[in-house]
DNA sequence: TGATTATATAGCTAAATAGCTAAATAGTAA
DNA sequence: TTACTATTTAGCTATTTAGCTATATAATCA
C-alpha cells in the first residue's frame, strides 16, 4: 500500500474533503468554502490528495472539478482490514 | 476518532510494529530488533502508539512489554469503514 | 555498594508539513 | 487586447517529525 495515501488520510481537513466528495463531484470553490482556511491553502491539500491519486480533478471550464477515486480509497480500506482487522485477536496473557 | 491514531498509523515503522504485536505481546528490545532504526528511535515510535492508546506496556523486571489494545484499533478500522467504506459509490459521470 | 542490562528521555539536526499572502496561469467574454 | 473569475503555484514562516548520539532511569545481581 502506498504511503502516500496513508500520509493523505491523516490529515483531517482532507478526511473531510474526502468525505464532501463522497456526496458527489465539486469544484474547488465549492470544496473551499466548507472550510474556515484561506482557498490556496485547502488547494494545497487537494493537491496532496491527487498525488496520492485519491482524487482526480478535470478542467471543466474556468472550474475545475473534483472526484473521488473510489478505487483507492477502498483498496486503501481493504489493506487496512487485511493487515490490521479480523483475526482472533485473544491473546490477552 | 481521536487524530492522534491517525497521525500514528500515517509511519509506516508503527505500522510494522502493530503488525507485529498482532502476533502477541513483545518487549521493547524484541521489537526494536526487528529493525535497522537505533534503539532510542524504535522506542519513540513505541510512545507514539502508546500516546494514542493503541498499545498498552507493562513493567516485567527489566524489560517492559508492549501489547496491542486491539479495542482502539478495532474502533479505528470500524470509524474508518463508518465514514469511507460502503455506499453506493456509483457517481462516476 | 557497583556493575550490568533494558529501556526511556534529552537535546540536537534535517526534512516535511500546514498555514499564510502575493503572483502566476487558464479560461471566458467584452 | 483588456478585464474578470477560478484556481494553482511560489515563497515565506512556524511547527512537527524522524532520525541520531549521549545520558538518565530502573531493575537485577554480585
Redesign the interface.
Known sequence: MN?SV??A????TR?KI??LL?D??KTAGEIASHFSHAQPTVSRHLSVLKNANLVVDQREGTFIVY??N?TI??EW?AW??E???G?D?D?KE
Request: aromatic share 8%.
Open positions: 504511503e496513508f500520509k488520510m491523516s490529515d483531517s478526511r474526502i468525505e463522497k458527489g463531484p472526484r473521488l473510489t480509497l477502498q480500506l487496512l482490514l493487515h490490521f482487522g483475526g485477536l491473546e
